[in-house]
Nanobody
Framework: QVQLVESGGGSVQAGGSLRLSCAAV???????????MAWFRQAPGKEREGVAG???????IYADSVKGRFTISKDNAKNTLYLQMNSLKPEDTAMYYC????????????????????WGQGTQVTVSS
């Protein structure tokens, strides 16, 4: 069984930064080498949105809304996924989730939530103007 645990959320003013972490507790050694990973977010009343994804070969893709501001990375030795968020805007306010997929995916599929079979519980990010 795979368990994903997010941390690092909080409240910041517009223009600020936060770094989210996602620790994987899994039975599989070197978890992040074997799985595609991504960050998603969902704001109240809105659909879930793929924010950033990284596949097993370290190909990275970002949503247009966060390009140039967010950076996804992973530390395979620590089984930890990160999302560095800079220049935050009020519209970035949402619950952020990390997700893992053991399926075969092309990079184009990294930001589609239906492709993921493991999810964390989420961490709240609130950006005030």
């Amino acid at each position: 069984q795979v368990q994903l645990v997010e941390s690092g959320g909080g409240s910041v003013q517009a223009g600020g930064s936060l770094r989210l972490s996602c620790a994987a507790v899994a039975y599989t050694y070197s978890f992040y080498i074997s799985y595609h990973m991504a960050w998603f977010r969902q704001a109240p009343g809105k659909e879930r949105e793929g924010v950033a994804g990284i596949d097993r070969d370290d190909t990275i893709i970002y949503a247009d809304s966060v390009k140039g501001r967010f950076t996804i990375s992973k530390d395979n030795a620590k089984n930890t996924l990160y999302l560095q968020m800079n220049s935050l805007k009020p519209e970035d306010t949402a619950m952020y989730y990390c997700a893992a997929s053991s399926r075969f995916l092309s990079p184009a599929g990294l930001l589609h939530g239906n492709n993921y079979n493991y999810w964390g519980q989420g961490t709240q990010v609130t950006v005030s103007s």
